[in-house]
């Protein structure tokens, strides 16, 4: 099942490399030997009744992989050659089980992978922009009921997990680790679960973080994209933990199936392995997957509505700035109406002084002489022939301009309309970054990353 989002950058496709190091350890003399490190070249399976080996598929920094190196390796470890394709290196997991029937070497093979997205810590301050990591790791296990040997072969487990694995095998019995093919992956479920819980619970204290620090009316300043990119990170990660939740039935259903063939052919088996029941534990394993990958279905969820939420604080802020602004305008409204009653009521009055204040009309004082006398000038039509056209002008100069004013937005929506399909095309396609994907010194191929 492959993942939305491949990690390339920390799982690159080209996996071992020649003289590259391995670590190996070995229960034989009845104890647990120390892990020693060789070349892959050198590695080969040995009757010891249980190996563990630690190769890696993320250093090839000098030479990549080829068809001669997967061959060898097949050769040694068993390892199936499609195992070295870029798009089973990219899967968010699978399960893939083969039983090899010869009479000189019968082995049951079995060949688990799974995806882990986590948190890393890094740049908390400004989300989580680089702040995670994926783990990738495949469990191939061998088992020859002839020779009760069990051979587990961790891939591309991180070197700071190697302990926790070592811890969690070690700490069964031997004979039933060579007793039943199945024994082993209680141990790799139980560290899968461990990375699993962990990672949820990181992506759990970020969303946490969010809630804790909610937009409120007062301060509505949400930060969105470092929302929805950490809604991204958590949707990974309910994806992969699903993903998981497919490959453990699929083990079961194996499981089943292998139980079923090997009813009727018994082989030697230590007492107090009799009743040897793997089945059990791997469903205790899935259900505690499952309840882990509810936790991540919640986590989505409570971030949606804190999404949800944090716009209806946005759009509520925004509605009470929107109210002020009314209050303020019917404020306004109220000083321009008044202003423009005293306007009305003293217009009239200005208007009338001012024509009588005009120099075409005179008025004389009474005299000892003569009479108060009030004349008007022959020349006052002069007023009226210049008054009226500068004020015909002035009203057809604001009247053009309000119409300039309504035309230029009518023609800049018409602009926006009337893009072309190629151009929409183009302004809401979506950016894709390539990346380089070497699969064989010939062959080059490229592809996308979302």
């Given at each position: 099942m492959p993942a939305s989002n491949p990690p390339t950058s920390v799982h690159p496709p080209h996996i071992c490399i020649p003289n590259a190091l391995a670590e190996v350890v070995e229960y034989k003399n009845a104890c647990w030997q120390a892990a020693r490190k060789c070349s892959t070249d050198a590695l080969a399976l040995t009757d010891a009744p249980v190996i563990i080996i630690f190769i890696s598929t993320t250093h090839a920094d000098n030479t990549p992989s080829n068809t001669k190196t997967?061959?060898?390796?097949?050769?040694?470890?068993?390892?199936?050659?499609?195992?070295?394709?870029?798009?089973?290196?990219n899967a968010s997991g699978y399960f893939y089980a083969r039983h090899h029937a010869t009479p000189a070497d019968p082995h049951y093979m079995t060949l688990t992978h799974f995806l882990i997205k986590y948190a890393t810590g890094v740049d908390q301050e400004s989300g989580l922009d680089k702040a995670y990591d994926w783990h990738k790791q495949s469990?191939?296990?061998?088992?020859?009921?002839?020779?009760?040997?069990?051979?587990?072969?961790?891939?591309?487990?991180?070197?700071?997990?190697?302990t926790h694995i070592l811890q969690l095998v070690q700490a069964r019995p031997v004979p039933e680790l060579t007793s039943h093919p199945f024994v082993i992956h209680g141990s790799i479920l139980e560290h899968i679960l461990t990375l699993y819980d962990n990672a949820i619970w990181d992506f759990r204290n970020f969303v946490r973080a969010q809630e804790q620090e909610r937009p409120t009316i007062q301060h509505p300043h949400p930060d969105y994209i470092a929302m929805h990119e950490l809604a991204r990170h958590v949707m990974h990660s309910s994806e992969v933990s699903e993903t998981a939740l497919d490959v453990i039935d699929s083990m079961l259903e194996e499981l089943e199936r292998y139980q079923k063939k090997h009813h009727h052919h018994h082989h030697p088996?230590?007492?107090?392995?009799?009743?040897?029941?793997?089945?059990?534990?791997?469903?205790?394993?899935?259900?505690?997957?499952?309840?882990?990958?509810l936790r991540s279905r919640a986590l989505h969820e409570r971030l949606r509505n804190e999404i949800n939420l944090a716009f209806h604080i946005s759009t509520q802020a925004d509605s009470l700035v929107q109210q002020k602004i009314a209050t303020l305008s019917r404020r306004d409204s109220n000083a321009t109406r008044t202003i423009?009653?005293?306007?009305?009521?003293?217009?009239?009055?200005?208007?009338?002084?001012?024509?009588?204040?005009?120099?075409?009309?005179?008025?004389?004082?009474?005299?000892?002489?003569?009479?108060?006398?009030?004349?008007?000038?022959?020349?006052f039509w002069i007023y009226w022939v210049v008054a009226i056209p500068v004020t015909l002008i002035t009203i057809g100069?604001?009247?053009?301009?309000?119409?300039?004013?309504?035309?230029?937005?009518?023609?800049?929506?018409?602009?926006?309309?009337?893009?072309?399909?190629?151009?929409?095309?183009?302004?809401?396609?979506?950016?894709?970054?390539?990346?380089?994907?070497?699969?064989?010194?010939k062959e080059t191929k490229t592809f996308p990353c979302y």
């Open positions: 997967h061959t060898a390796l097949a050769t040694k470890l068993s390892i199936p050659t499609f195992f070295w394709q870029a798009k089973v290196q469990f191939l296990t061998l088992h020859n009921p002839r020779k009760q040997t069990t051979t587990l072969i961790c891939v591309d487990v991180a070197p700071p997990l190697h088996q230590p007492p107090h392995t009799n009743h040897l029941d793997p089945a059990s534990e791997i469903r205790r394993h899935r259900s505690l997957l499952k309840a882990i990958h423009s009653i005293l306007g009305l009521v003293f217009l009239p009055g200005t208007f009338i002084s001012a024509i009588f204040s005009m120099s075409f009309f005179n008025y004389q004082q009474p005299s000892n002489h003569s009479p108060a006398s009030w004349a008007m000038s022959e020349k100069v604001w009247w053009y301009w309000q119409q300039q004013q309504q035309e230029t937005p009518n023609h800049n929506n018409n602009n926006n309309v009337d893009e072309s399909p190629a151009s929409k095309k183009k302004n809401f396609s979506l950016p894709l970054r390539s990346h380089t994907v070497p699969i064989d010194p």
